[in-house]
């Protein structure tokens, strides 16, 4: 018997992004997984047409120069068994997606804390013609930070300094982006000779903290002008650093935390004179879906033994700096262990009164990494599951992580159809921009509460 089809809201609809990283993924010890083909350029494009031909809202590259450091050094358990290495670089990837797709949303990181400004600045407004106003930028200061400044030779940079300077690069990009060219300033009269009009194409100036710039960018806007802003750090400082930039965010914990995340970054968005209610919120959600819940267990039990603890200490070490392999496995960590500079958020979430061992910090991460409990079952069982999360979160849609097969295969295939049976999604939108489509706000332009909307056609944008 076929289901009646719930009618969705565009206004409510769940918001549904696919998570990847261009390179080496979890479960690719499995013989179906595909996580392998990582610099197979045919393996990304089938995988875009899918999340486009099931109606995904956009797919998203996490991206980082880090690898994880013990020691002084890559361990060779990273190397063996592809812990957060190797990888490639998903802005080599981006345009060939946007050839072959119409309306999915491609978003990528690129780190304040390596990328300068106006190379950030160039690449997204280049991306957003080649995109047709479907580009986001993932802003976040890095991932496996000690390995970076290794790599570039630098100092490792204080963890909450960092957010300063992310702070400082956003405002600047912003500067660029909209105060660079007024709106009309394209002209391209070839009988008159004018390309762009002089008088409304000028430099910024910029004195911030930590950057300070005099020029143009020479990328005119594109259909966006500023990407859309998206952030992914979940301490203090990266929650206001979302409360006052972003328009959405990834968030992985669980959902106690994930509520009390959400509810301070939208308080702290009020605070800095933005709608609560116009930055959206994406959970982290594994689903681990089959025919039958029997299938469903069985894969997870399959995934989870391709990983061992000194896997999930390697995946520690990347993501907190912290190598807990020579701690004892007995003892909770030493509460001194969140002065870490490397990342936070999962050193705090292992603290308190009824902090878990060193061990069963590991048995998390070999099951989980830094994400939540699964929804495991089927499509039925996982979306009540998914309904319920979204009811104590105030969260608005999922950041879907990668099936056991390294694609999004199951969850288009049983979950998405589901999601538009009950009338949780809308799937059939036509082409737009990804802020259109995301913050369904009917313009590709931010909001004119976004602080980056004061340096548009203004003075401000030159001081």
């Not at 995904?56 to 050094?73: E, I, S, T």
């Not at 979302?242 to 935390?257: C, I, M, Q, R, T």
């Amino acid at each position: 018997m076929l289901r009646k089809v719930e009618v969705c809201d565009v206004t409510t609809a769940w918001k549904i992004g696919m998570f990847q990283c261009a390179g080496l993924m979890g479960t690719w010890k499995l013989a179906e997984n595909t996580a392998t083909d990582f610099l197979d350029l045919g393996h990304w494009l089938t995988m875009a047409r899918r999340c486009e031909e099931a109606g995904v809202d956009f797919l998203f590259f996490a991206d980082d120069y880090g690898y994880p450091v013990v020691n002084g050094g890559l361990p060779a358990t990273a190397v063996r068994s592809g812990v957060q290495f190797p990888k490639g670089d998903p802005m080599a990837i981006l345009p060939a997606l946007a050839a072959v797709t119409e309306k999915l949303g491609l978003v990528t990181t690129l780190s304040t804390t390596v990328e300068k400004p106006p190379m950030v600045a160039r690449k997204m407004a280049t991306l957003d013609h080649m995109t047709n106003g479907r580009i986001g930028w993932n802003v976040v200061t890095g991932a496996g930070q000690n390995a970076s400044a290794r790599l570039f030779g630098s100092e490792l940079t204080e963890h909450d300094k960092r957010y300063e300077i992310a702070a400082d690069h956003v405002d600047l990009s912003l500067k660029l982006w909209e105060g660079c060219w007024d709106e009309g300033a394209l002209v391209v009269d070839r009988e008159a000779g004018i390309y762009a009009d002089p008088d409304k194409v000028r430099e910024i100036v910029h004195r911030g903290p930590h950057f300070s710039s005099d020029g143009v960018l020479t990328v005119p806007p594109g259909p966006q002008r500023t990407p859309v802003l998206f952030q992914a750090g979940a301490s203090a400082p990266g929650r206001d650093l979302a409360a006052k930039y972003a328009e959405a965010v990834f968030l992985a914990a669980e959902v106690p935390a994930l509520a009390a995340q959400i509810a301070d970054t939208r308080r702290r968005a009020e605070q800095y004179g933005r709608d609560p209610a116009s930055i959206k919120f994406l959970m982290a959600g594994t689903f681990v879906v089959a025919e039958t819940e029997a299938e469903a267990r069985a894969i997870r039990e399959r995934a989870t033994a391709t990983r061992t603890l000194d896997d999930a200490a390697a995946s520690y070490a990347f993501f907190t700096g912290l190598d807990l392999s020579v701690m004892d496995p007995d003892k909770p960590l030493d509460p001194s262990a969140a002065l870490t500079q490397t990342g936070r958020t999962n050193v705090e979430r292992f603290l308190g009164p009824n902090a878990p061992t060193v061990r069963q910090i590991l048995e998390e991460f070999q099951r989980n990494s830094v994400m939540g409990a699964p929804f495991i079952g089927t499509a039925e069982q996982v979306v009540d599951q998914a309904e319920v999360a979204m009811a104590a979160t105030g969260a608005d849609g999922f950041l879907v992580q990668p099936d056991h097969t390294g694609t999004f295969d199951s969850f288009i295939d049983l979950v998405m159809p589901e999601l538009r049976a009950r009338g949780l999604v809308q799937t059939d939108q036509p082409a737009m921009t990804l802020r259109e489509r995301l913050l369904g706000t009917g313009s590709p332009h931010l909001a004119a509460e976004h602080p980056g909307a004061v340096y548009r056609n203004s003075a401000a944008a030159r001081q």
